[in-house]
């Protein structure tokens, strides 16, 4: 039976654990790879301070992960809370797919958005993952542009 918990700092190494799987099955990158330590500091960090929820899945282990991360910019006519969200991290280890997992955790996550007040919620969505976050009401969006500072 799969529970679900709104994951706590006490919950670091299953967030960590999670991130990472994800990370790798995302960028089909292999079992052994080694990730840079900045990469691994800063995810652990953004767990413990940022404005964020995550949702994790749990059967004896962690099978599935779901972060809402929450932003605030100046008010505007169609988002006049100023309080914005972009989900991301969402994974469910292969074994477990097409089980309602992913949707459960999305559901919670928007939920609690909702309750924030957040009037937008943004993604990237893999191939893979579109149909899903159609279920939940997502809607393809042309509407940003993106300067890469990297």
């Known amino acids: 039976m799969i529970s679900y918990i709104k994951a706590t700092e006490d919950d670091i190494e299953l967030l960590m654990q999670s991130r990472l799987?994800?990370?790798?099955?995302?960028?089909?990158?292999?079992?052994?790879?080694?990730f840079p330590?900045?990469?691994?500091?800063?995810?652990?960090?953004y767990f413990k301070n940022a404005n964020q929820?995550?949702?994790?899945a749990i059967d004896e282990k962690v099978v599935g992960c779901a972060t809402m991360c929450y932003i605030e910019i100046m008010p505007t006519f169609s988002h006049p809370t100023g309080k914005?969200?972009?989900l991301m991290n969402v994974y469910t280890s292969s074994q477990y797919r097409r089980q309602g997992i992913a949707f459960q955790m999305l559901s919670t996550l928007i939920d609690e958005a909702r309750e924030k007040g957040v009037t937008e919620i943004s993604?990237?969505?893999?191939?893979?993952?579109?149909?899903l976050y159609k279920k939940q009401g997502f809607i393809n969006s042309n509407e940003c542009m993106v300067l890469n500072l990297l």
Request: net charge negative; proline share 3%; hydrophobic share 35%.
């Open 37 to 45: 330590e900045d990469l691994i500091h800063c995810s652990r960090e």
């Open 21 to 34: 799987e994800m990370l790798k099955a995302v960028n089909n990158l292999p079992e052994n790879y080694i």
């Open 53 to 56: 929820t995550t949702i994790l």
């Open 123 to 131: 993604l990237d969505a893999t191939d893979s993952g579109r149909e």
């Open 84 to 86: 914005r969200a972009h």
